[in-house]
Structure formats: structure tokens, C-alpha cells
């Protein structure tokens, strides 16, 4: 597998000469700059490559192209997006970009309740509370029917936080969900957003009556547009799974589960209609058999984030180890090298630790923390060579 890494562009505290150091051979970036829904151009797009060359690594995966939301909820500005969009890929075809990673997930991409959660031996990590995040959704957002989506248990410990949380952690909730997470993942929120929860409610008012049916035939309208621009430059679009993989705010996830995958490989049957294996955001979910999934699943697979999750009973969960946890790492190299040899592979979120813990990194994103993860998965893939030669 290649040896990827996820970096943010020029802006970037992490250069390109230190990747160099830490064994990285390919770059995972995009063009952040640009607006949601507008245009690539060939002249930045090799631009970036360029400099990426210059410092002899290759731009090995575009994350992401983002999908406008008015291609998600069907919007009037749907068809003039799908262009801009299809003009953005084959650009990336014509400077040499071969796989490009989008999600169709609405409104909202990956969700944690706690972005410092502290491990026994001082390192933080992300984490999802469930009581916490129906908190969020029920009392921050008040949304409709929220009570609905869950347990009565559930909602009994509901009450009980709610006699107990103070402004400064419903504050930190508002801030984690919406602000700091979504603002460099999926682009609704950018610069100086003065009212969060205004907003967000705005966003899920645009897909007020569109349900899981309805969202999949978005996503196959879309694919039905852009994967013949992907067929003729070669490139392997590839969905990346819901984060957590299920409905969350009563918004639909159709990339959630095995047969959800095999919907979308099917809806156009191409070979450019691809997957993004994420082990993390699938782990997430304890329906989901991860090694079960990454067998059948390889050969359509044309990027692979390497991450693990420890899920609760109770639908609490915590990114783990890159050793431990149901993402079952060691098998799931194993099952690619075998597979589908070659495969660019990302360590995707590391814990933060040591001095990156003041580096004010983007979530999940610290340096010190991916290269130690980096190192763990280094010697997973010599291991498993070595084993099988």
C-alpha cells in the first residue's frame, strides 16, 4: 500500500519536506481555497501539483471534491453545480489526478460530542457521546421530533444532564458539532459565523421531506452526470462513508452499511464508480463487519483510511488505537496487500499527544500523533509482507 498523508496545502503548519522525513510517498490534499461548487482550474490544480512534485512526492488522491448540498437535496442550483463539478474533474483528468474521494452526506460530515477526550496515559482523543449529542439535538437545536430518535433510556439520562451541564459545555458542544469540525471538512461554515445554531437549522431545513429513498436517487443522478467525465480521464470516484454511519438529526445516510455500498457500486456499474474503505467511520457502527466488508468490497476500493473506533453498548465511541479496536487494522492490511495491491492508504486521525497538544491543528489532524500512528501501520504492512512471501 502507499504511504499517504492528508495535508491542508501552503497554509499547512505540517510542510512537505517534513512528510519527506517520516516516510509519507504521497500526498491526500485539495483545494480548500476554492468555494464549495465552484470550478477547479487546470492552472491551480497543477499548480498545487507542482509543488508537490517539487518536493518529490506525488499528489496521489484528491480529499475531497465537494458535492454542493444542492446536488444532495435536489436544489434549482443542482444541474449548474453538477457542471461546475464535472468541469472540476475532468481538469483533475487532464493534469493526472486518478482518484478523487467525495460523500454525499447531508449538511453535516464526521460528528464527535468531545474533540480533547483524555485517555489513562495523558494522550486526547475524538469521542462520541450519545446522551451529550441528544442534548445537542434535542435542547440546542430543539428539533422537531428530535425526542423520537431515541430510547426511553436514553431520554431518561437525557433529564438527568440536563440538571447538570453548565453554558460553558453546551458552548463547547455548539463549537465542536458545528464550528470547529464542519468549518474545514465540508465548507457550510467559513469565517466570522456569529450565530452556529441559526445557521445549521437553516442547512437542515433544506432537506425537509427528503428521506433515504429520495437521497439515493440524488446520489444516482449525480453519479449518472459525472461518472462518464470520470471514465473518460480514468479516474476512480470514490464515496467516502457516513460519519457515524447512521441517521443522526434526522437526516438520511445511505453510506452506512454493506448493502448501502453495493446500492451505490450498482447504481452505475462502472469501474470509476468506486469506494473510499474508511475502517474508522464503518467501525463506528456495530453492524457493520469490518473485515467482512473490506473482503468484499476490495476490488472496488481506491483509497483506504486506516483508523479504529472502541464502540460502547450504548452507542458511545471513541477513536482507538490504530492497533486495537473493531477497525481490526492488521487484517484489513492484509486483505488490501492480497486483494488489491497498491492501494494509497492514509493513516487518517491520529490522538493528540505531546506538544501538539498547543498547536491548535485541525481536529483529528495533529502531526505527532499521525506519524506515531503512520510508524504502527509502517510495520503492520512489513509484517504482513514479510509473512506472506
Not at 1 to 16: A, P, V
Not at 189 to 212: C, I, M, Q, T
Not at 352 to 371: A, C, H, I, T
Request: charged share 25%; proline share 4%.
Amino acid at each position: 500500500m502507499e504511504k499517504t498523508w492528508r495535508w491542508f496545502g501552503s497554509k499547512d503548519r505540517i510542510t512537505l519536506d517534513m512528510l519527506r522525513q517520516i516516510g509519507v510517498e504521497g500526498i491526500v490534499t485539495a483545494l480548500h481555497e476554492v468555494p464549495n461548487g465552484e470550478v477547479w482550474t487546470y492552472e491551480a490544480i497543477m499548480e498545487r501539483k507542482s509543488l508537490i512534485e517539487s518536493h518529490g512526492l506525488r499528489w496521489s488522491v484528491v480529499e475531497s471534491l465537494p458535492v454542493n448540498e444542492s446536488i444532495k437535496y435536489a436544489g434549482t442550483e443542482r444541474d449548474r453545480m453538477i457542471e461546475n463539478y464535472k468541469i472540476s474533474l475532468a481538469n483533475l483528468g487532464k493534469a493526472g489526478i486518478r482518484t478523487v474521494v467525495y460523500n454525499f452526506m447531508p449538511v453535516i460530515d464526521w460528528i464527535r460530542t468531545d474533540l480533547n477526550y483524555r485517555l489513562p496515559d495523558g494522550t486526547q482523543t475524538l469521542y462520541f457521546d450519545k446522551i451529550r449529542f441528544a442534548y445537542f439535538d434535542c435542547c440546542i437545536l430543539n428539533r422537531e421530533g428530535a425526542e423520537n430518535d431515541y430510547s426511553a433510556e436514553e431520554l431518561q439520562k437525557l433529564e438527568l444532564l440536563k440538571a447538570t451541564i453548565t453554558d460553558a459545555e453546551k458552548q463547547e458542544l455548539v463549537n465542536t458539532i458545528i464550528v470547529k469540525t464542519q468549518g474545514f471538512v465540508n465548507e457550510n461554515f467559513k469565517g466570522d459565523v456569529s450565530k452556529p445554531v441559526e445557521l445549521f437549522k437553516d442547512l437542515l431545513a433544506l432537506y425537509r421531506g427528503v428521506d433515504k429513498v429520495q437521497l439515493r436517487e440524488n446520489l444516482r443522478y449525480f453519479l449518472g452526470k459525472v461518472i462518464p467525465i470520470a471514465e473518460k480521464y480514468n479516474i476512480h470516484l470514490s464515496v467516502h462513508p457516513d460519519d457515524p454511519p447512521f441517521p443522526v438529526l434526522g437526516l438520511p445516510r445511505i453510506v452506512g452499511n454493506a448493502d448501502d455500498i453495493s446500492w451505490i457500486l450498482n447504481a452505475v456499474d462502472s469501474p470509476s464508480n468506486g469506494f473510499t474503505f474508511c475502517a474508522g467511520s464503518l467501525s463506528s457502527g456495530l453492524h457493520n463487519d469490518v473485515p467482512a466488508m473490506a473482503r468484499e468490497f476490495a476490488k472496488r476500493t481506491y483509497f483506504v483510511h486506516l483508523r479504529s473506533t472502541e464502540v460502547s453498548q450504548v452507542g458511545n465511541f471513541m477513536e482507538s488505537s490504530h492497533l486495537e479496536g473493531r477497525g481490526h487494522l492488521v487484517e484489513l492490511v492484509r486483505i488490501f496487500e492480497n486483494e488489491h495491491p497498491g492501494l494509497p492508504m492514509r493513516v487518517d486521525h491520529g490522538k493528540l499527544m505531546l506538544d501538539d497538544v498547543n498547536q491548535n491543528d485541525n481536529p483529528g489532524y495533529s502531526f505527532l500523533g499521525r506519524m506515531y500512528a503512520l510508524a504502527q501501520i509502517s510495520g503492520i504492512m512489513a509484517a504482513v509482507k514479510k509473512s506472506e512471501a
